[in-house]
């Protein structure tokens, strides 16, 4: 896993490091760090121009000391002061290796640079950037120069990945002692560019982590052993489909299918259960009518999806009652979420269950479930997806730039798959069939919902091509890929 802490905890580790280590080490570490990453960007360093954009903060102490550093291997450095005062150490040490301070004004500089080094603001920046930081850090984002951020880019918030305004976009960004949630969840991924983590040593002094990323080896779906038999594979009902949309049904049980399900019961109307018939003969489907006894009807299974392309209506809002009042998981999705949005009732029932349910919801979809605002969602997906997980009782998987999973006090996991191509009509039908045949297969809520995410995402790049070179592509592609995902896993 990789694993992101937020900044309270970053501070209090580096707080319980510095007390056992002599002054200014850590800074030492962290601007040792930074310097050679720089130096590996650069096709040389004598002779480069470098400009440093600095702070009033530690941020601008560790870039002044990198710069320092790179002027002593022969960069020509300049740094840009955009606090009314620097870090003194800092500012001596570059001095002393021949670089220069300049007042902010001077951003001919940054034009001809080679490489900026943005030193604004990290881990204590907050709210929107202030002049002349806002100014500096556009000028830099539009140069030609490698733009490198200390830590964090600047207006990004390094806890949540929230950005109010401007902020640095930076072709690298060298963080410290641990990943920040910001640098991997979307608006601030987006301004990061690749990550590197630089070891200050802060390991054994860091708590547990708030958000973590899986790396392939942490994704590990159920496997079929010599005893398994299709119920013992897990068995997974969709209802899903309406005469309006009947592909989302066609979509989701294909992907329960491909998913791993030892079977798939289909329910719904007798348009869309003709179709899931026609396209997955290995389904067993029936056609059902809401009602008291519809899921003894459908029969028996390990966990239930519910709501692609279940239209409004009651019809919608009966059956997805009829699931949440089962005593297996359940994933609710779709128009299942927006019945969920509109009815006390189904609210109530979701607040009572005892086995888990899983929610995965778009922004939109989100914005009706919790009454907010869509943008509010988008410019903070962290905070809302734990909201979600908290008032809705549920493990939430929040669609969208970043998937975000999250449950209940434990760290939220963001998803590091996936590709632009996905936002596009069905992908969700696909991700709901394939996390239901995950739950199924006995994997934990949590469990389920990530590995889903991860696989969905995998298969969607696998479909799209290779990078930079890849094509548009439809749920049905993300669907025939989700075999080739499973694949790449260990
Ligand atoms: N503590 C350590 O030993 C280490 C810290 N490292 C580096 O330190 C920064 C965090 O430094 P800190 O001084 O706490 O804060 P910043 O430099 O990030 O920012 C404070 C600075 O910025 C101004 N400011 C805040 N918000 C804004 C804004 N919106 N617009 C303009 N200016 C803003 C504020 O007034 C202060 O002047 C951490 O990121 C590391 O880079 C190293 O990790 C080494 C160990
Ligand atoms: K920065």
Same mark, same amino acid.
């Given at each position: ?5 937020e ?16 002054d ?20 040389r ?6 400009v440093?954009?600095?702070?009033g903060?530690?941020n601008g102490?560790?870039?002044?000391y ?7 291997r ?14 003194e150490?800092?500012?001596?040490a570059l ?17 001809t640079a080679?490489?900026?080094?943005d ?7 907050s ?5 002349p930081?806002?100014t500096?850090?556009r000028?830099a ?8 951020a ?21 072709d690298?960004?060298?963080t410290f002692g641990?990943?920040k949630?910001?640098l991997?969840i ?7 560019g ?14 547990d982590?708030?958000?973590?990323a899986a790396?392939?080896?942490d ?10 038999d299709k119920?013992r594979?897990?068995?997974v009902?969709?209802?899903a ?14 992907a ?9 019961r ?22 059902v ?11 028996r299974?390990?966990?239930? %999806?519910?709501?692609? /392309? &279940?239209?409004?209506?009651? @019809?919608?809002? +009966? $059956?997805?009652?009829a699931? !949440?009042?089962? =005593? *297996?998981?359940?994933? %609710?999705?779709?128009? /299942? &979420?927006?019945?969920?949005? @509109?009815?006390? +009732? $189904?609210r109530?029932?979701? !607040?009572?269950? =005892? *086995? ?7 922004a ?5 479930l ?12 962290l905070e809302h ?10 493990t939430?998987?929040l669609?969208?730039s ?23 009509a069905?992908t969700g ?11 199924a ?6 469990e389920a919902?990530a ?5 969905h ?7 799209s091509?290779?990078?930079g070179?890849?094509?548009?592509i439809?749920?049905?592609?993300v ?5 080739d995902?499973?694949r790449?896993?260990?």
């Amino acid at each position: 896993m990789r694993y992101a802490h937020e900044v309270d905890k970053v501070r209090a580790a580096e707080q319980a490091l510095m007390a056992r280590l002599p002054d200014g080490t850590l800074m030492a570490r962290a601007a040792a760090g930074l310097a050679a990453v720089c130096a590996r960007l650069l096709p040389r360093v004598y002779g480069a121009r470098v400009v440093l954009l600095v702070g009033g903060g530690a941020n601008g102490g560790d870039t002044l000391y990198a710069g320092a550093l790179l002027a002593r291997r022969g960069a020509r450095v300049v740094a840009l002061r955009a606090g009314t005062s620097v870090h003194e150490g800092g500012a001596a040490a570059l001095r002393a290796a021949g670089g220069r301070l300049l007042p902010p004004d001077a951003t001919g500089e940054i034009d001809t640079a080679d490489l900026v080094i943005d030193g604004l603001t990290g881990i204590g920046g907050s709210g929107g950037l202030r002049e002349p930081h806002a100014t500096l850090a556009r000028r830099a984002s539009a140069a030609p120069a490698t733009l490198v951020a200390c830590d964090v880019p600047s207006g990004v918030d390094a806890s949540t990945g929230a950005v109010a305004g401007t902020a640095v976009h930076a072709d690298v960004t060298v963080t410290f002692g641990t990943h920040k949630p910001g640098l991997i969840i979307d608006p601030g991924a987006a301004h990061c560019g690749v990550v590197e983590l630089v070891d200050i040593g802060l390991g054994a002094d860091l708590p547990d982590p708030d958000v973590v990323a899986a790396r392939p080896d942490d994704v590990r779906p159920p496997e079929p052993g010599p005893e398994s038999d299709k119920y013992r594979r897990g068995v997974v009902g969709v209802i899903a489909g309406s005469g309006t949309f009947p592909g989302a049904a066609v979509l989701a049980a294909g992907a329960a299918v491909r998913g791993g399900a030892g079977m798939v019961r289909f329910a719904s109307d007798a348009h869309a259960v003709e179709l899931v018939r026609q396209r997955w003969p290995e389904t067993v489907t029936r056609v059902v009518e809401p009602g008291p006894d519809v899921l003894a009807e459908i029969g028996r299974v390990q966990a239930w %999806v519910v709501g692609p /392309g &279940l239209g409004g209506g009651e @019809r919608a809002e +009966a $059956l997805v009652g009829a699931v !949440l009042a089962s =005593d *297996v998981p359940v994933l %609710v999705d779709a128009d /299942g &979420l927006n019945a969920v949005s @509109r009815s006390d +009732a $189904l609210r109530r029932a979701l !607040l009572c269950r =005892d *086995v888990p349910t899983v929610l995965t919801p778009h922004a939109g979809e989100l914005a009706r479930l919790l009454r907010v605002d869509r943008d509010a969602i988008e410019a903070r997906r962290l905070e809302h997806a734990r909201r979600a997980a908290v008032e809705l009782g549920a493990t939430v998987l929040l669609k969208g730039s970043t998937t975000l999973v999250a449950e209940l006090d434990r760290p939220v996991r963001v998803n590091p798959t996936g590709t632009a191509w996905l936002a596009t009509a069905g992908t969700g039908d696909v991700l709901s069939g394939l996390v239901g045949a995950l739950l199924a297969g006995g994997m934990a809520a949590l469990e389920a919902a990530a590995a889903g995410a991860y696989l969905h995402g995998l298969a969607a790049r696998l479909a799209s091509g290779r990078e930079g070179r890849e094509a548009p592509i439809s749920a049905e592609d993300v669907l025939r890929a989700i075999p080739d995902a499973f694949r790449t896993l260990d």
